[in-house]
């Protein structure tokens, strides 16, 4: 097989993703407006639905991409997941009941946990060897450009100026759910079937592959201090910013990561994933020491946006060094790991920063995550250091 169609099907994948958080952005920004302002629900309500779907989505992962490390392709499992959230923003039209709202989200990132491992499983199995950064690169460049497009087309139609009624909702889902169509016709038509020479055990297995175990133990420590961005608008509402200034900023914020993910991803692809990675980590580190003490708006926006030349730096090159560790048969079950690390970090990640926050102010909760993500750093580099395999794609010395 030659080359070109392999870099295709992952530039194909990635407007998958475009198409698809073009129609998830707009949802996930609207709902907790909807439930707190319009249903009456409180935010304790809020968090129960998204720790809710976050552990559905989480026990899902490693299942599903060890599941794909079986299968001849990974495609069928990947179009199940998408269908699966498209149906449940087309539910999310007929339900006005808070507690449907809470099973249609969970239903939704039902379909996230059965697709995202063997998607990226796939884009690692369709990239030129040694071009991995490129690759994923190409997939988060599209992947957060498709959030902000989704956010700019519900500010250029005029929606949402006044308060966030079920009216106003259902006009998201209008705009929403043909993306979501559109994303699945994109997998369906235009991305081919890879066929894979190797399989997995018929009989499943909870290990995580001993060539990621070092990684992983890194990405998690990491993790741990990388909470939702949702802490960062709070912190911006605390400067004094107003919601359409955090909208724009945020806004700003995802384009630079999107730009910056291709030439990242192929810088990383020559010199070494390992320094952009660490590099990208210390960043978020410094960054988050400054944005627990700023005062002034502007050295926010200016922290904020070096915030997001982390995404940038880092997201793909993540994906694309494990994709460098693991062989083509672990590769589900690899990506599967990596999920299911991110997703157990993640809860009590927010949950550390809130409680901080709430207790203690900005400059501790943001000062606590810097460390974590300095001990990530520091876990990182001793691992590689032992590790030294001359072997590992994408150009490691």
């Not at 709202?101 to 369709?126: H, N, Q």
């Not at 992983?216 to 741990?224: H, K, Q, R, T």
Request: charged share 15%.
């Amino acid at each position: 097989m030659n080359q070109e169609p392999k870099i295709s099907t992952a530039s194909r994948l990635g407007w998958v993703s475009f198409f698809n958080d073009c129609s998830s952005e707009v949802i996930a920004r609207a709902m907790p407006l909807l439930l707190t302002t319009s249903l009456g629900m409180t935010p304790t309500f809020v968090g129960a639905i998204e720790g809710a779907a976050e552990a559905v989505s989480i026990l899902l992962r490693g299942f599903s991409g060890w599941m794909s490390d079986k299968m001849s392709s990974r495609k069928p499992l990947v179009v199940f997941g998408y269908s699966l959230s498209v149906i449940s923003r087309i539910l999310l039209l007929a339900v006005h009941l808070p507690a449907l709202f809470a099973f249609a989200r969970i239903f939704e990132r039902t379909g996230k946990g059965l697709r995202s491992a063997p998607r990226d499983a796939m884009v690692a199995d369709a990239a030129v060897a040694g071009m991995n950064g490129h690759a994923f690169g190409i997939v988060r460049f599209l992947d957060t450009l498709g959030a902000v497009t989704g956010i700019l087309v519900i500010l250029f139609l005029g929606i949402g100026d006044g308060p966030m009624t079920l009216e106003v909702f259902r006009q998201c889902l209008w705009v929403a759910i043909p993306f979501g169509i559109v994303s699945l016709v994109v997998l369906l038509v235009f991305v081919p079937r890879i066929h894979r020479a190797t399989k997995a055990k018929t009989y499943i297995s909870w290990h995580i592959p001993k060539e990621i175990r070092g990684y992983l133990l890194a990405l998690g420590i990491f993790s741990l201090g990388n909470s939702s961005d949702a802490f960062l608008v709070l912190r911006a509402n605390e400067l004094g910013l107003s919601f359409r200034q955090i909208l724009a900023l945020m806004v700003a914020f995802n384009i630079l990561a999107a730009f910056l993910a291709v030439p990242i991803g192929r810088l990383t692809d020559r010199i070494g994933r390992m320094r952009i990675l660490a590099a990208g980590w210390v960043v978020y580190a410094v960054v988050y020491s400054c944005i627990g003490v700023l005062e002034s708006v502007e050295a926010f926006t200016i922290a904020v946006m070096i915030y997001g030349a982390f995404y940038g730096f880092t997201e793909g090159t993540e994906k694309a060094l494990l994709a460098d560790l693991l062989p083509p048969e672990k590769r589900g079950t690899g990506f599967g790991s990596l999920q299911l690390v991110l997703g157990l970090a993640a809860l009590p990640a927010s949950l550390i920063t809130g409680w901080l926050m709430t207790t203690y102010g900005s400059q501790v909760a943001f000062s606590t995550a810097a460390g974590f993500a300095l001990l990530g750093t520091a876990t990182l580099t001793a691992w590689w250091a032992l590790k030294r395999t001359p072997a590992t794609s994408g150009g490691e010395q």
